[in-house]
């Protein structure tokens, strides 16, 4: 990997601001040092169509629809050995907070960054669930967590640590577990530098053969509440307890039932797997 700065006359940088094709809003880490020095700006991650070229620009918290990443693009990562973002939003953001603390940025402090922050090892589906369908197995995935709020709850990054899983069994003993108040858990199995090409959705009861029809897939929420993008998750297990309020939050302390929603290609594909 390779780092540039925009410095004056740098012309490998402007052609890396020339290669970017599309922008990304991102959310610095919740444990990131020295977040605090952030607080004033949001960040954008801008990478090419080939993914060797990644820029991180710095803008002024509020600006979500134009922004000139010639006077914002704060510095340039190439050739990463994977196309994870959330990696490579790390190390530039780790980068830019460094040199904002540090006049110069020697070659040996970039490199004990891009030392310390390593890229995920995701292993095939084979290893999570051998038992899933053929044409899943060798898919790179990962356990991904999400947390629904019952109205009165609130969430931090160390509850989002605290449970992050990387076993089926695991997954199942969370799920299948005592509820936490106020709180219910979604584990997806997500695949990871692919999309899966599935067209529905079938949500059953985790125990038993369910009544519901197969659903289209749509998109889900990006990083923006208003940004789209498609569904990466093969397979969702999840607590469910049916919402009574007006915003549909579910309630505080009910018991939840565990649901299992699974992907396909067709209806029918959906229903067999």
Same mark, same amino acid.
């Given at each position: 990997?390779? &780092?540039?700065?925009?410095?004056?006359?740098?012309?490998?940088?402007? @052609?890396?601001?020339?290669?970017?094709?599309?922008?990304?809003?991102?959310?610095?880490?919740?444990?990131?040092?020295?977040?605090?020095?952030?607080?004033?700006?949001?960040?954008?991650?801008?990478?090419? $169509?080939?993914?060797?070229?990644?820029?991180?620009?710095?803008?002024?918290?509020?600006?979500?629809?134009?922004?000139?990443?010639?006077? *914002?693009?704060?510095?340039?990562?190439?050739?990463?050995?994977? +196309?994870?973002?959330?990696?490579?939003?790390?190390?530039?953001?780790?980068?830019?907070?460094?040199?904002?603390?540090?006049?110069?940025?020697?070659?040996? *402090?970039?490199? !004990?960054?891009?030392?310390?922050?390593?890229?995920?090892?995701?292993?095939?589906? @084979?290893?999570?669930?051998?038992?899933?369908?053929?044409?899943?197995?060798?898919?790179?995935? @990962?356990?991904?967590?999400?947390?629904?709020?019952?109205?009165?709850?609130?969430? *931090?990054?160390?509850?989002?640590?605290?449970?992050? $899983?990387?076993?089926?069994?695991?997954?199942?003993?969370?799920?299948?577990?005592? $509820?936490?108040?106020?709180?219910? &858990?979604?584990?997806?199995?997500? *695949?990871?530098?692919?999309?899966?090409?599935?067209?529905?959705?079938?949500?059953?009861?985790?125990?038993?053969?369910?009544?519901?029809?197969?659903?289209?897939?749509?998109?889900?929420?990006?990083?923006?509440?208003? !940004?789209?993008?498609?569904?990466?998750?093969?397979?969702?297990?999840?607590?469910?307890?049916?919402?009574?309020?007006?915003?549909?939050?579910?309630?505080?302390?009910?018991?939840?039932?565990? $649901?299992?929603?699974?992907?396909?290609?067709? +209806? !029918? @594909?959906? &229903?067999?797997?």
């Amino acid at each position: 990997m390779k &780092i540039l700065f925009p410095t004056p006359q740098n012309d490998d940088f402007l @052609e890396a601001l020339h290669q970017v094709e599309s922008w990304d809003f991102v959310v610095a880490p919740w444990n990131l040092p020295s977040k605090d020095s952030c607080l004033k700006q949001d960040f954008w991650l801008g990478s090419s $169509r080939n993914g060797r070229t990644w820029l991180l620009a710095a803008v002024p918290s509020g600006i979500y629809d134009s922004f000139d990443p010639a006077d *914002t693009a704060v510095a340039a990562l190439f050739d990463p050995p994977k +196309q994870n973002e959330d990696t490579i939003t790390e190390i530039l953001l780790r980068i830019y907070i460094a040199g904002k603390e540090i006049d110069r940025l020697s070659k040996s *402090t970039i490199d !004990e960054i891009l030392a310390a922050v390593t890229f995920p090892e995701c292993l095939p589906i @084979e290893s999570y669930l051998p038992e899933a369908p053929k044409d899943w197995l060798q898919l790179p995935a @990962e356990f991904v967590v999400s947390i629904t709020l019952s109205e009165g709850a609130c969430v *931090t990054g160390g509850l989002f640590e605290s449970y992050r $899983r990387d076993a089926l069994e695991d997954v199942l003993h969370v799920i299948c577990g005592p $509820r936490h108040d106020g709180i219910l &858990i979604t584990y997806a199995l997500a *695949t990871r530098e692919v999309i899966p090409l599935l067209n529905w959705d079938i949500d059953w009861p985790l125990t038993r053969r369910g009544t519901a029809a197969p659903e289209r897939r749509g998109k889900v929420q990006g990083t923006l509440p208003w !940004e789209t993008e498609a569904d990466q998750s093969l397979l969702s297990i999840y607590q469910h307890v049916s919402g009574t309020n007006f915003w549909g939050a579910p309630p505080y302390y009910s018991k939840p039932v565990v $649901r299992l929603r699974v992907g396909g290609r067709s +209806q !029918e @594909e959906a &229903i067999s797997n």
